[in-house]
């Protein structure tokens, strides 16, 4: 048994929830994969996936990644998987795990995280046949559910065999619990099925009654019908913030030898060196991109921080206050009445109370957000077993060079200002922010539409007079976050930042530095009066001490011009293995984490963290000029 795993709860699933495994050949199959892909077309009471899980636990073989992709027309319900759960012994620690996770699923694509990110769920909520098209999943195993291909064949609804075939790679096993019902569209759309099997214990127990493996007589086309998933290598991440971090563990987590580089002398030494920063989901009424993205992101972050961080003293899922325009909370239509009410709702009485706010005023709560310390999320992250770190590393060029065997792969190497080779891996990643320009200027590739943003924050130390500010943080324009523990004892306070697009001197002139004062304590008298009003005598300029109550932080941030990341591969043609991950904005707490599981999955074939169409908004491929894009895969 392998380390960690062994237990009285690891044993090999039976009954009738680990026959669609046995069906598909697994665990066998997946013996020493690096990674293993499950997709089943209805998740019912999620039994198939524990059972999945519990097999994956008891294996000693176990791949390195188990994906399971799991297709439901509606939320799924924590109860529902409890209350199955409960004749399961076995899997009852397990269900408890996974229905602490099943919140605020609205319609879409989420990711739930399982031991230490080594087994994800993908849950897909819609129409199933719609949701294959789209995602263009590739798997190594199909439960196909009797009620879905009922379903399907009662609709003569062959584009959803199609679906499901092109999810395929040759060699993808299926296993239904329906002994004939779909078998011919499966076969023509090259399942070829197994030879007949009865109900003895020795061979295919029931309900898996039918199992088939895709190889059909042609040649599949398409971008996915050869594919190898990418073999774990060296990488190299150039940038030691929160977006490098995130990418740095992603890939370490497959099996990776990360190298980190930056020209700090600590991780976290420009943007992500933020003393506190706040993660929270935006808000549209019509459910917009950036607002699916947050959610994404938001959950991602809740998921890391929760087994990295200290809760109260590096993190805390405080809950957000977003005040809002009079009269447009930015709630979508009958959003108290679905899943949606997990993540925001109007604000109560008592809440607004709390922030010193006047009952009618226009705001919302969002229940699953928080505040973090970046620089302790770096540091986390910079720890995870192979991962590398150096300090005031300068890269002033990057170049592609023949192995050192004769055999060997390009490689690419990292040049110092000397021209002296600091480090050479298979894959770079590129994390530096606006600086990630600056390595793309000499090379076959247009430059990012970067732009930098420099703010500062205003923060100082939580006395007498400050004691009863709001126990969460608050934002709208501007923000506030207080009760934030400080080294040594005592409580601080923060609030900003300014945001001053195409801006990136640094420092700040003491006459900067006192006019962002001014602005932050501005923006926070109109955001919360009561709190500004305490927090005045640390800004006024006749009072001395003030000089010394109200500190300033200033760095700056890199947003891209449409406002969202870019993740992806920079010219996978000429320049194989560059890829990007940055401008995350002033929202990296809320996007970072995401973003280094979305450019890990796009690398290694995986299901994506995301909608199809949330991805490739993100991709770096949106940064080509027009023709010469090339398409998203």
């Known amino acids: 048994m392998a ?99 099943c919140w605020g699923l609205l319609p879409g694509v989420h990711r739930l995280r ?74 023509q759309y090259g399942f070829q099925m197994d030879a007949a099997h009865d109900s003895s214990p020795d061979t295919l127990p029931k309900p898996a009654q039918l199992s088939a493996r895709f190889d059909p007589d042609w040649e599949p086309r398409g971008p996915r019908a050869n594919a190898q998933p990418t073999p774990p ?67 991602a972050m809740l998921q890391q921080c929760a087994e990295l961080l200290r809760a109260g003293v590096d993190w805390c899922a405080s809950g957000v206050l977003e005040r809002r325009p009079a009269g447009h909370l930015g709630l979508p239509a009958d959003w108290g009445a679905s899943p949606g009410a997990d993540w925001s709702q109007k604000a109560s009485a008592e809440t607004l109370l709390a922030a010193g706010l006047p009952q009618e005023d226009s705001a919302c709560w969002h229940a699953r957000a928080g505040w973090a310390r970046p620089a302790r999320l770096v540091a986390a992250l910079l720890t995870q077993p192979g991962i590398a770190w150096r300090a005031e590393a300068q890269v002033a060029h990057l170049q592609r060079v023949t192995g050192q065997a004769g055999d060997a792969a390009p490689v690419w190497q990292l040049l110092d200002t000397q021209g002296q080779a600091v ?20 090379m076959a590739v247009p430059l990012l539409p970067l732009q930098p943003v420099r703010g500062q924050m205003s923060w100082g130390r939580q006395n007498a007079q400050s004691a009863w500010l709001p126990p969460f943080p608050v934002n709208g324009n501007g923000g506030l976050v207080a009760h934030v ?33 001014v602005s932050n304590w501005q923006h926070l008298h109109a955001l919360l009066p009561q709190a500004a009003t305490a927090l005045q005598s640390a800004f006024d300029p006749a009072d001395s001490a003030a000089v010394h109550s109200v500190q300033a932080w200033a760095s700056v941030r890199c947003t891209a011009r449409d406002r969202l990341p870019i993740v992806g591969p920079l010219n996978p043609t000429n320049l194989p293995g560059l890829w990007v991950c940055t401008a995350m904005g002033a929202r990296g707490l809320t996007r970072a984490v995401l973003c280094g599981e979305l450019l890990a999955a796009r690398l290694h074939g995986e ?24 398409p998203f895969h």
């Open 423 to 442: 480090a050479e891996a298979e894959l770079v990643v590129l994390a530096a922010g606006a600086a990630s320009n600056a390595l793309l200027a000499d």
């Open 607 to 630: 299901p994506l963290p995301v909608e199809s169409r949330l991805a490739r908004a993100m991709s770096s491929e949106r940064c080509l000029p027009k023709g010469a894009q090339i």
């Open 485 to 517: 523990p400080m080294e040594g004892g005592g409580h601080a306070w923060h609030m900003g930042s300014t945001f001053e697009r195409d801006v990136a001197h640094l420092p700040l002139t003491e006459d900067e530095r006192a006019a962002a004062h």
């Open 233 to 299: 290598m060296r990488c190299v991440v150039i940038g030691a913030g929160v977006a490098g971090a995130a990418c740095a563990a992603s890939l370490a987590r497959r099996g990776w030898q990360v190298q980190v580089l930056d020209t700090g002398t600590t991780p976290a030494a420009g943007a992500s060196s933020l003393p506190v920063g706040v993660f929270a989901p935006h808000l549209s009424p019509d459910d917009n991109l950036f607002s699916r993205l947050s959610r994404s992101g938001v959950r």
């Open 3 to 101: 380390e960690g795993f062994d237990g009285p709860d690891d044993t090999p699933p039976t009954g009738a929830g680990a026959n669609l495994l046995l069906g598909c050949g697994l665990p066998a199959a997946w013996a020493d994969q690096n990674q293993w892909r499950i997709l089943e077309t209805a998740w019912g009471d999620g039994q198939n996936f524990l059972h999945s899980w519990a097999a994956w636990r008891a294996d000693a073989k176990r791949p390195r990644m188990l994906h399971f992709i799991a297709l439901s027309a509606e939320a799924v319900a924590a109860e529902a998987v409890l209350r199955a759960a409960a004749q399961h012994p076995e899997l009852q620690s397990l269900a408890q795990t996974l229905a602490e996770q």
């Open 114 to 187: 399982f031991e230490g990110g080594r087994v994800l769920l993908t849950l897909g909520i819609g129409d199933a046949p719609t949701l294959l098209r789209e995602q263009a999943w590739t798997v190594d195993s199909i439960f196909l559910n009797a009620s879905v291909a009922e379903h399907w064949v009662e609709r003569a609804d062959l584009h959803a065999f199609k679906a499901l075939a092109r999810c395929c790679r040759r060699g993808t096993r299926l296993a239904t619990d329906a002994p004939s019902t779909g078998g011919a569209a499966l076969a």
